[in-house]
């Protein structure tokens, strides 16, 4: 197993993965910079008003959407110039072989999760944000983020295992980011179904004017029973896989 | 009795009506190279492909080193190197990389990559992105990549498609060294009698996802007397179209 996630780490091209954490540091930490000064008179310039403002967008947008990209990049080394009959007559199983896919895209997530939260801290402290952050709630927070994303993380490789243009991967990712402007508005009870905005349910600080209405419980089972499942099919579909 | 490397028995794959593979038995020897040679799409590909597990047959058996195959899959492909479709490669890494990716996978030493990449006559080109190798090197490549770990049955789907004649030349005189060199058996397909012919010594003729013939190519020249090779193949598979 070792071997085939080494495998997945050398085929993997670094320096996209850094570009797009370039961008959503950048895009988020000058919002979050920004809309401090702008929004002193509403906010106060505290920890949990900078969070929210940094997690906003990345939450929503990057995210989920870099789950897919990065998704589509993974299978894209095999789709490309007949790899899947280069990886196919290996000596591992399929499942093994998948697995190792999964657990390299949940590794990059986890490395832009920790990136982005190590990012936020430095920005705060650098900018001057107001009191004290709360290190065990920005800790939970990063943790949590992850774990949403997996689901989603499952469901993206179950689809680009299957579906070789990178392009339209992409598109349709833009397209399902979008009802996330909505959707985050809902009670998670609602909202949860839809496996974008995961990530926002179970990011955002409580407490501040963005956060949305959360149970937990049912948000926590849902992505537990929901992460199983994906795997579970996009494995499985990944058995049947006839190359032609 | 002889021992086979490579037996397939009953060997069928059908695609709603239409018969790709139907009733395929080969049987290919150790230290040989077999010619499976046939018309585009009579069905060679198909047929590597299930003894690969790329593809799951309707029916009949595969049996490699005399263990069943899917059965026994794992160990059965550490000791089998497969260039399919070719060429197989990851285009935005080196040579070098897509070689180490393999030996990763399949427990090689870093001496014999580069024993593998001279051989193929790589060595000067290791650290160059394959997307700029030519078509040549990209095979001879795909040849590295499917013998690094030194299987004992190596099986080659048209490696010399698309090659000029140089690069022909060139992949078949590699390939017509590999039993003596490296003790491997091969199986490679061509729809070209006269490539099969210069390297072959066992020759088995699909047509339309059928077996018509199975044997030495010694005898098969023998059973047609004075007719040319050419001639015979087209007798065989009752068709005017050249093979």
Known sequence: MRKL???????????????????????????????????????????????????????????PLFSGILAALLCSYEHRSGGWNQLLVMPYSRTRMYAAKYIMLAMILAVIQLTFIGAAVVTGFLTGVEGNMDLGMVIISAFSGWISILPLAALQLWFSSRLSSFGIAFSLNVACVLPNIVLSGLHSLYGMWFPFVLPFYA????????????????????IGISLAAAFLLGSRSFQKKIIT | MEQYVLETSDLTKTYGNYSAVDGVSLKVPQCSIYGFLGANGAGKSTTMKMVLGLIKPDRGSIRVFGRPFPQERTRILRRVGALIESPSYYGHLTGYQNLRIVAKLMDVSESQIMETLEWVRLENQADKKVKHYSLGMKQRLGIAMAIVHRPKLLILDEPTNGLDPSGIQEIRSFIKSIPEKFGMTVLISSHLLHEIEQIAEHVGI????????????????????DLPLERIFLEMTGQGRSL
């Open chain 1, 5 to 63: 996630i080494a495998a997945e780490a050398a085929k993997t091209q670094w320096i996209l993965i850094a570009f797009l954490i370039a961008v959503d540091l950048l895009v988020n930490m000058s919002l979050g910079i920004s809309d401090l000064d702008m929004l002193q008179e509403y906010y106060a310039a505290n920890w949990p008003h900078f969070l929210m403002v940094v997690y906003n967008f990345h939450t929503m947008f990057f995210f």
């Open chain 2, 206 to 225: 699909i047509h339309e996802g059928q077996l018509i013939y199975q044997d030495t190519l010694a005898s098969l020249q023998e059973k047609g007397g």
């Open chain 1, 203 to 222: 990011m955002m600080p409580q407490g501040t004017p963005f956060a949305p209405r959360v149970d937990e419980l049912s948000l926590y089972v849902w």
